[in-house]
């Protein structure tokens, strides 16, 4: 159930809400909600506006604006309907804003302050309050669990809004909690929010994972939660593979699979924003013949639709416990991609993504957003993947200087095309065509002063290579030893707090030092990895990670390093605090 503390990037981006026909053969679900509109006893006041607001979020009334309606017919392929919703009220709520008391409570009691025979609850799937004001929405529960209303116990999901619930990207992840689905999750253990489970929230492509997914702004319903700011992200983005297989959306006729151990395979990848475009809507993978329900599932999703907000085009793998999947029982977890700078879980043409097991290998081979699809291999792990090696010298930065004779570090990142390390036999330095040795790390030392051309190369199991170069200047020991640089932060100042709203998902810093004299290079860098700068003075607009604590205040040390021109350091460092505001 989700907190207001939003994680989600924000693009504005006109897209067409297109209420699919029903378009195979799964089972036509029929999910009205009673939506019941309940004045808290100490708010006199209906907000303006308020009324229709709720009409066009929550009903057919607003079709076509990219509502609750829309995203369910959508994202479902027609297979489910909410068009049945209906709106009641205002009715008295039996609590006010202090004695709130709980969702489960809160829900039982509006429906109660309904004046008994006027409503056949039974005829409704779930029911969802709406409050006048701000107490926290969310979900009781996933899917239904019996509710006790005037003397009768009928089966209902059971969902909160209030005043900042009106916006898609909360109010399809609390009702998502009302079909039946439960949080997605990753597979790196990373906290997402401060009292959620190792990889809860942590699949960014998919809307149970709402604190902390890619979204983009619906200006019909934009982001009215807690601290919001103007532009904030308010919907978005689809549903992963394995949500739309566990609920029935996609059927095996729009499925392929695939068995360890057989011949490599090509398929064709429909995205799942067009499943009306020639190809399959997913793979599922069995990996081990002897445990059938659990797979890996392989998916396309294209930046267009409800995933307007991802960053990229890209295909997703998720580890898919299908026949674990229940309410309130995790069932899918997303492989991350380390190598994508997005760290999203994205894979790009010519990326490839190894099992745990090292025992099938996923390659994409193409990506074509002109047909909405894309095309990946499965097979036993060999180098067919088309991309190299990549490598990235590290250290020394760019133009630095170190002193004839003496010793010095030369380092670098160098991986093959599935993000694993190259052995250091097979990456190789050379201060011009001259070969200093191997290894990501390597001390060594050029005796001649001058200008040099530093180049590192790395060459994978395939024979493929790639290479990174700098530029390095050796100069002359001096008489008498150097006097020792310094540096000093300027801004940010210590302790300087910085606030985000609630759908923030970038900061804006402005970094600045001063070096002693002789300082000719500048390097930035932070203890939350989102600063990266090698200017003395540079604002930037930095990116946060999904691990920011969204409710209360995130700690950051920045780092500033100086270099002189005779390859002498000196450091300085700020604390600074990232505050966020939420309601859980």
């Known amino acids: 159930m989700l907190a207001l503390g939003a994680c989600a990037s924000s693009t504005g981006t006109t897209v067409a809400w297109k209420n699919y026909p029903h378009l195979w053969k799964a089972p036509f679900q029929n999910r009205p909600f009673l939506f019941i509109k309940c004045q808290l006893s100490d708010v006199p006041t209906i907000p303006a506006g308020f009324d229709t607001a709720i009409n066009n979020f929550t009903t ?105 619930s009106l916006w898609t990207w909360f109010g399809a992840h609390e ?7 439960p949080h997605s999750f990753d597979t790196t253990g990373d906290i997402c929010q401060g009292g959620s489970l190792p990889g809860e929230y942590e699949d960014p492509w998919d809307m149970m994972s709402s604190m902390c997914t890619r979204a983009f702004l619906n200006p019909n319903f934009p982001n009215t939660g807690p601290d919001s700011n103007p532009g904030d992200a308010s919907a978005g983005p689809g549903m992963n593979l394995p949500n739309l297989i566990h609920m029935g959306w996609v059927t095996s006729t729009r499925l392929a699979s695939y068995t360890a151990f057989q011949a490599p395979h090509t398929f064709k990848l429909a995205a799942l924003s067009h499943p009306t475009a020639r190809g399959n809507l997913g793979v599922l993978i069995l990996p081990n013949p002897k445990t059938p329900g659990y797979y890996y599932t392989v998916e396309y999703r294209q930046r267009d639709g409800w995933d307007a907000g991802i960053p990229n085009n ?40 190894l099992d745990p097991t090292h025992t099938i290998q996923v390659c994409v081979t193409s990506i074509d957003p002109v047909s909405d699809t894309a095309t990946v291999q499965i097979g036993v792990p060999t180098p067919f993947c088309a991309s190299g090696p990549r490598v990235k010298i590290l250290s020394p930065a760019d133009g630095s200087s170190v002193t004839a004779g ?11 095309n599935l993000g694993q390390p190259l052995p250091d036999q097979k990456v190789i330095w050379r201060a011009d065509s001259k070969l200093l040795g191997s290894g990501k790390s390597l001390t060594t030392h050029i005796d001649t002063p001058g200008g040099y051309k530093i180049t590192v190369t790395g060459t994978d199991s395939s024979g493929a290579s790639a290479s990174d170069s700098i530029t390095l200047q050796v100069v002359a020991q001096s008489a008498t030893p150097p006097a020792k640089p310094t540096v000093q932060i300027i801004s940010p100042t210590p302790g300087q707090s910085y ?25 930035w860098s932070d203890s939350l990895g989102v600063i990266s700068s090698k200017q003395a003075n540079e604002t930037l607009v930095v990116n946060l990670p999904f691990s920011i604590t969204p409710c209360g205040a995130t700690n950051d040390t920045i780092v500033v390093k ?14 600074i605090t990232i505050n966020r505001y939420c309601i859980n």
């Open 499 to 523: 606030s985000l709203g609630s759908g923030d998902t970038s900061l804006t810093i402005a970094l600045s030092a001063q070096g002693s004299s002789g300082v000719v290079s500048y390097n």
């Open 406 to 416: 003496q010793s010095f570090t030369l380092s670098a990142s160098a991986t093959n």
């Open 175 to 181: 009702i998502g909690h009302g079909l039946g689905m």
């Open 314 to 353: 890209g295909v997703m793998i998720n580890y898919f416990k299908a026949k674990d999947a229940g309410p309130n029982t995790p069932y899918s977890f997303l492989f991350r991609n380390k190598s994508n700078p997005d760290e999203d879980g994205d894979w790009l043409t010519g990326e490839g993504w």
């Open 562 to 575: 100086a270099t002189d021109n005779h390859g002498q350091t000196a450091t300085a460092s700020v604390k």
């Open 60 to 164: 057919i009334a607003g079709l076509g604006t990219g509502n609750l309606v829309d995203y369910y017919s959508d994202i479902s392929y027609g297979a489910v309907s909410l068009y049945g919703d209906r709106v009641v009220g205002w009715v008295p709520a039996p609590f006010s804003t202090t004695t709130y008391p709980g969702r489960r409570a809160g829900v039982t009691a509006c429906a109660n302050a309904i004046p008994e025979g006027q409503v056949d609850f039974s005829s409704f799937y779930g029911l969802v309050i709406i409050t006048n004001a701000l107490i926290g929405g969310g979900a009781c529960y996933d899917g239904q669990q019996n509710l006790s209303i005037h003397g009768q116990s009928y089966p209902l999901a059971c969902v909160v809004f209030d005043t900042g």
